[in-house]
């Protein structure tokens, strides 16, 4: 399984960027997706994920009322709208498919995930 993601760039803080995620090569609308970030020098963290139906989505707490993830499972791809963005967003964001076919759940730590993207860098000024 590949994962592509893109979108990234350079925006200043109140602005909006629209993250995507291609998959190919293995199935992909029976499983979760997610995508998490990492800062210079921090640990990768969860952002938000989505159910493999699309019904549920999770979010971390700093990005509820901001980011929204969403998917279209016949186009095989995740996206995250990001908005109002901040300087504290600037990462690099990695898309991530899940281990466990048609569940409901989402795993917030790293090891609920089989694939990774290689990561698209987005970077807020002030």
């Known amino acids: 399984v590949q994962l592509q993601a893109c979108g990234g760039g350079l925006v200043q803080a109140g602005g909006s960027l629209r993250l995507s995620c291609a998959a190919s090569?293995?199935?992909?609308?029976?499983?979760?997706m997610a995508w998490f970030r990492q800062a210079p020098g921090k640990e990768r963290e969860f952002v938000a994920a989505?159910?493999?139906?699309?019904?549920?989505?999770y979010a971390t707490d700093s990005v509820k009322g901001r980011f929204t993830i969403s998917r279209d499972n016949a186009e095989n791809t995740v996206n995250l709208q990001m908005n109002s963005l901040a300087p504290e967003d600037t990462a690099v964001y990695y898309c991530?498919?899940?281990?466990?076919?048609?569940?409901?759940?989402?795993?917030?730590?790293?090891?609920?995930?089989?694939?990774w993207g290689q990561g698209t860098q987005v970077t807020v000024s002030s």
């Open positions: 991530a498919r899940g281990r466990t076919q048609y569940t409901i759940s989402a795993h917030r730590g790293q090891s609920g995930y089989a694939y």
């Open positions: 090569g293995g199935p992909f609308s029976i499983y979760t």
């Open positions: 989505i159910t493999w139906s699309g019904d549920v989505t």
